[in-house]
């Protein structure tokens, strides 16, 4: 049975960091694209950073760049986004996915994923 499991959402100040998890189940996560997605209230889902699982090349979106890196730990089976200098504007529910046939740009791009997760609560406030 195919299971993500996010952690690491919360209240942090603005300029302060989270990190977020993935942990993945009933599939190897290093085989396929993974992506981290968020939506806020009112607007469109984002995709926020996806990596490939062939070249390990990884896709952030441009008002995340320099703030956030993902990661992969293949022992673990789990993918990580770390958040940095984080802003307001990036509250929002966070939710990892898994793409079995694209690469991490256009997964990213697309806003296409054939598994997702249940989400994180993110909320950067003062």
């Known amino acids: 049975q195919l299971q993500f499991v996010e952690s690491g959402g919360g209240l942090v100040q603005p300029g302060g960091s989270l990190r977020l998890s993935c942990a993945a189940s009933?599939?190897?996560?290093?085989?396929?694209?993974i992506g981290w997605f968020r939506q806020a209230p009112g607007k469109e889902r984002e995709g926020v950073s996806c990596i490939s699982s062939s070249d390990g090349s990884t896709y952030y979106a441009d008002s995340v760049k320099g703030r956030l890196t993902m990661s992969r730990d293949n022992a673990k089976n789990t993918v990580f986004l770390q958040m940095n200098s984080l802003k307001p504007e990036d509250t929002a529910v966070y939710y990892c996915?898994?793409?079995?046939?694209?690469?991490?740009?256009?997964?990213?791009?697309?806003?296409?994923?054939?598994?997702w997760g249940q989400g994180t609560q993110v909320t950067v406030s003062s």
């Open positions: 996915a898994v793409s079995w046939t694209q690469g991490a740009q256009a997964m990213c791009i697309n806003l296409r994923g054939d598994y």
């Open positions: 009933g599939f190897t996560l290093d085989y396929y694209t």
